[in-house]
């Protein structure tokens, strides 16, 4: 799997856009981007996973470059139940057989009052 | 939505005992599923992948013989740590996969269970 690059931690306040970037420089053709978050002492959530288009869900936008060597999770109005660590995940296809999950240190976002 | 849940969610044991999670999908059928530890300030690790009536793969580092991984049915799968050490002590967490992929295609994960070796 593809590694990826996230900046340890993240601030935001309420209210407020909260644009998460990650960096996948050396994602193949056939993998995908993934993010999930994990609230403290919880298991992991899912949130949304693209593969080159934009795509946005009830949760979050995923942005891709062109190039795919980075992305941006965008929560459009964070509030403070979104604190968490955010996951960039590159893997296989859903389902495919190179199809594995592997976590990296994540970003800690904190949402402030 | 897909519900996937662990029991228990958290145990206490002595040293040389072994303990068995089980985790279950509760409203699909799950082909695969996927074990992970996290222990304090750390990321999730993948410890072995489960698919329905076969053998568990496990990643590299983890011992199969202390890890036992059973997927007997397309709704569970069970974790047994044998002779727990205080080492083991860890946030173990499951996930499970549906077998629809084109419908499911993200990973649900359980709300894990934490152990305690004394």
């Known amino acids: 799997d593809a590694k990826t690059t996230q900046p340890t931690s993240m601030d935001c306040a309420e209210g407020r856009a909260a644009n998460l970037p990650c960096n996948h420089s050396?994602?193949?053709?056939?993998?995908?981007v993934y993010w999930y978050r994990q609230i403290h002492s919880q298991g992991p959530q899912y949130i949304i996973h693209?593969?080159?288009n934009n795509e946005t869900n009830e949760m979050a936008s995923l942005i891709i470059t062109e190039d795919r060597k980075s992305s941006t999770l965008i929560l459009p109005h964070a509030t403070l139940r979104d604190t968490a660590v955010y996951y960039c995940?590159?893997?296989?296809?859903?389902?495919?057989?190179?199809?594995?999950?592997?976590f990296g240190k994540g970003t800690l976002l904190t949402v402030n009052p | 939505g897909a519900v996937v849940s662990q029991h228990p969610s958290w145990v206490i044991c002595k040293s040389g005992t072994s303990v068995k999670i089980e985790c279950r999908s509760l409203?699909?059928?799950?082909?695969?599923m996927f074990w992970y530890r996290q222990f304090p300030k750390q990321s999730l690790m993948l410890m072995a992948t489960?698919?329905?009536?076969?053998?568990?793969?496990?990643e590299q580092g983890v011992e199969k013989d202390k890890f036992l991984i059973n997927h007997a049915s397309l709704t569970l799968s069970t974790l047994t740590v044998t002779s727990a050490h205080p080492e083991d002590s860890s946030f173990y967490i499951c996930?499970?996969?549906?077998?629809?992929?084109?419908?499911?295609?993200?990973?649900?994960f359980g709300p894990g269970t934490r152990l305690t070796v004394l």
């Open positions: 996930s499970a996969r549906a077998g629809d992929w084109s419908s499911y295609n993200e990973q649900f």
């Open positions: 050396t994602i193949s053709g056939n993998e995908y």
């Open positions: 693209g593969l080159k």
């Open positions: 995940i590159v893997s296989g296809t859903p389902g495919g057989s190179n199809y594995k999950l592997t």
């Open positions: 409203d699909f059928q799950a082909t695969t």
């Open positions: 489960s698919n329905e009536g076969s053998k568990a793969t496990y």
